[in-house]
């Protein structure tokens, strides 16, 4: 069981440019969601998608941009990178229903802005 | 303020009981939830409870919600040096689309020493 795939696992970017981060799933949940990790702050929702075919702003949307491409795969995209942006990235899915609302989470990627 | 709230740090030594409190806001939070964090790893869901229940157990882990007091807690007996992580606490209720995402804190650093 794969569960949530992320690629890539470590990135080192220089500021300005872009990059996307990828994420896919394969256990058939309706929501996926980008968080961003940084240190003594816990997660912060930066975008999330409830079902295929809807993108929302989470908390901290500036400076990404999101695509649901279908209902495996929901992608992150750091157009022109700065080091604040420097985080662990975590992508997780979920059904998001009431009677099942456990969200499972990727590995992480690391990224780095110099 | 922070929606949920817990503290940073936690020591304890092996074989002891180990508490881990959270504090949250938001008193339509249906699902209260604690999550995992291994070193360089995601977040691994160790248990949730239903926002109508007071207690939940399970194995060497205990969950108990305080709805008045917006107060929830993990206890984990005999703690175990595999136990040092980071736990998170998390809540999650219907948004107006109807959607469970959850919100996290900061993460509570548990060490276990021998």
Redesign the interface.
């Known amino acids: 069981n794969a569960g949530?795939t992320q690629t890539p696992k470590f990135q080192v970017l220089k500021t300005g440019q872009s990059m996307t981060l990828q994420c896919a799933q394969d256990m058939n949940h309706n929501?996926m969601?980008w968080?961003r990790q940084d240190p003594?702050?816990?997660?912060?929702?930066i975008y999330?998608s409830?079902s295929e075919g809807t993108t929302?702003k989470?908390e901290v949307p500036n400076g990404y941009n999101v695509s649901r491409l279908n209902k495996r795969e929901f992608s992150l995209r750091l157009e022109s990178a700065a080091p604040s942006q420097t985080s662990v990235y975590?992508c997780?899915s979920?059904n998001?229903?009431?009677v099942d609302?456990?969200?499972?989470?990727?590995?992480?990627t690391r990224l780095t802005v110099v | 303020g922070e929606d949920?709230e817990q503290s940073?740090f936690l020591s304890v030594r092996e074989g002891d009981s180990s508490v881990i409190n959270c504090t949250y806001t938001d008193s339509s939070s249906?699902?209260l939830?604690w999550?995992k964090q291994e070193p360089g790893?995601?977040?691994?869901?160790l248990t949730?409870i239903f926002s109508n229940m007071d207690m939940k157990q399970d194995q060497r882990l205990t969950v108990l919600l305080n709805k008045k007091d917006k107060h929830l807690s993990l206890r984990i007996a005999d703690t175990q040096t595999g136990d040092s992580a980071i736990y998170?606490c998390a809540e999650?209720n219907?948004n107006g689309?109807?959607?469970?995402?959850?919100?996290?804190?900061?993460?509570t650093s548990l060490i276990v020493h021998p």
Not at chain 1, 40 to 45: A, D, F
Not at chain 2, 97 to 107: E, K
């Open positions: 949530v929501s969601y968080y003594g702050m816990g997660l912060r929702l999330y409830a929302d989470g975590f997780a979920s998001n229903r009431r609302p456990e969200a499972f989470f990727g590995q992480g | 949920v940073l249906t699902y939830y999550y790893a995601g977040l691994q869901l949730y998170f999650s219907p689309g109807g959607s469970y995402i959850p919100t996290f804190g900061r993460g």
